[in-house]
């Protein structure tokens, strides 16, 4: 589903070259989560930025159902990570003044996919299942954090993936809505079968995963 071939990313600062990322070579499959853990500054959001269709590598290749998508132009990318990839981040960033079940349709809204009435069909659906079908008209201002994260994974979900990125997930979240939120996580990466790959530096989190590796200054060891 994924593959990652000699992955690379190199930052230049004056006369002093930065390598971020060093060489990075990893396959994730359909249905498999992929834990990468690894401190501040080892490189980990970088390389999640480089897979996502973000960030440029200065070297190596990033493919996805066997599209490189670095070897395509920035409107592939864009049409690309819309369709085919879901993004979790630390925060839930909503807009605030689209309530849970526009901000989850809200992806509906690029690539000339959009049907309303199915979009928000389609959003609900969703929120039930994260379980927010008593919140659908809830603003963000209105929800919890856990609420609020809820929302973002269902957003994150709703053109049906391939692949679900996040970038610590839980970091702003108690321990019990964080073992909530990744159970939802690990259960709907499973009943879509998309490959599920997840930065953080806090190991806990990653006890469901089928494989865990560590980056430690740009490698994975």
Known sequence: MVEL??????YQIGDQVIEAVRDVSLAVEGGEFVSIIG?????????LSM????????????????????ARDDAFRSDFRNARIGFIFQFASLIPTLNAIE?????RSFGGRRRRTVDEEEAIMLLEKVGLGERLFSY???????????VAIARALINRPALLLADEPTGDLDEETEAEVME????????????FLMVTHNRAISEGASKVVRLKSGELQ
Not at 39 to 47: A, D, I, Q, R
Not at 185 to 194: D, G, I, N, Q, T
């Open 5 to 10: 071939r000699e992955l690379c990313r190199t």
């Open 39 to 47: 401190h501040s500054g080892s490189g980990k959001s970088t390389l």
């Open 51 to 70: 897979i996502g269709g973000l960030a440029r590598p200065t070297s190596g290749k990033v493919l996805i159902e066997g599209e490189d998508i670095w």
């Open 103 to 107: 901000n989850v349709a809200l992806p």
């Open 140 to 150: 963000p201002n209105e929800l919890s954090g856990g609420q609020q994260r809820r």
């Open 184 to 195: 939802l996580l690990l259960s709907s990466c499973r009943e879509f079968k998309a490959a």
